[in-house]
């Protein structure tokens, strides 16, 4: 989104240009928007269907490169706006439905087997940009009418909140009661109490903010910059002359190599038998074991909870590999 959103102004600006030398303004945007998007979307087929050496990083999900022609498309229906505003109302409600349709196709055919972005994005996009058109060209067609019903509308304003909402908290809920597909739905459900909080107390205070002026916006940015650069000197000088000193004195200087990897208990074999044998410390505790299992992260955390193993008398076993 953030990159597309710094773009699409150099975009218009081209298509202004290229427009003002051979056609006009907004024929000229068009044709840039068309054209950067059909080269988006025919890169994000391709990376769909052949394994390229750089695919995902350069055209998977998180790429501006294979996703650019999505908000391209939501583009082009704002510059055909005039254009669309001409045709008839019965085409609305044919828009409409074919809309409905092709999002709740795409709803049940698409899932994570499915090449994303690929061939199958277009189900809701188009099915999006149908219902966007039909309510352009008839706001009163039967299924323009009953999507922006007053329930829907209080939806639709919460979506991007809901969007941002929704996700750790099912996580969350999905790892504490795996395999409950009721808890799951009542932690999507009670995703909508944060997300009209920040709806109404962040999102609309930044949207119907009044315009600042010059030097109100100075300050800003002198903020954005100049804070995280203190922050991270403050940290810096903390961590050096503070927390530094005060791990030597109370535990000596500390090493580059935790025990986990001084023991050879990062394995990037795989995991053995024999060779989690050797990843004991007090085998010979009573206790129930403890047992450490990650990366390079978890193995870190290995001298504390050998610590803790000989408090509570209990054995400890750690397992890990890197990434």
């Known amino acids: 989104e953030e990159q597309f959103y710094l773009l699409f102004p150099l975009l218009l600006i081209a298509g202004l240009l290229i427009g003002s030398r051979w056609w006009n303004s907004r024929r000229g945007a068009l044709f840039v928007l068309a054209t950067v998007s059909t080269v988006s979307f025919s890169l994000a087929v391709v990376a769909s269907i052949f394994e390229l050496p750089v695919g995902e990083s350069l055209f998977g999900f998180y790429s501006p490169v294979s996703r650019a022609w999505e908000f391209g498309v939501g583009a082009l229906i704002a510059l055909l706006h005039p254009w669309l505003r001409s045709l008839t109302g019965r085409f ?22 499915t090449p994303f972005p690929g061939l ?25 009418k009953a999507l922006s019903g007053r329930t829907l509308g209080w939806i639709g ?21 795996p395999g409950s597909t009721m808890a799951t739905v009542i932690a999507a459900a009670a995703s909508v109490i944060p997300a009209t909080a920040s709806y109404y107390f962040i999102e609309r205070r930044f949207r119907h903010a009044e315009t600042p002026d010059r030097r109100s916006v100075v300050l800003f940015i002198g903020k954005v910059i100049w804070l995280p650069v203190l922050t ?6 903390i961590a050096t ?6 791990v030597r004195d109370e535990i000596g200087q ?6 986990a990897d001084v023991s050879g208990c ?20 009573p206790g129930e074991p403890i047992y450490l299992i990650g ?4 193995a870190h955390f290995g001298e504390s909870i050998i610590g803790v193993g000989q408090n509570l008398d209990r054995p400890v076993q750690i397992l890990t590999a890197p990434s």
């Open 295 to 298: 990366d390079s992260n978890a």
């Open 120 to 144: 199958w994005t277009l189900l809701p996009v188009l099915g999006t940009a149908a219902l966007l058109i039909a309510g352009e060209i008839d706001a009163d067609n039967p299924t323009s």
């Open 241 to 246: 002359r503070i927390v530094a000193p005060f």
């Open 254 to 259: 500390p090493t580059l190599d935790n025990i």
């Open 92 to 113: 609305a409600g044919f828009l409409a439905v074919a809309g409905v349709i092709t999002v709740t196709v795409g709803l049940i055919v698409i899932d994570s087997s």
């Open 266 to 285: 990062i394995t990037e074999e795989g995991f053995s038998s024999e060779w989690a044998d050797q990843c004991w410390w007090g085998q010979e505790r």
């Open 157 to 177: 304003d919460l979506s991007y909140s809901l969007y941002l909402w929704h996700w750790p908290i099912i996580v969350i809920v999905h790892l504490t009661w």
């Open 232 to 237: 991270w000197v403050a940290a810096w000088w």
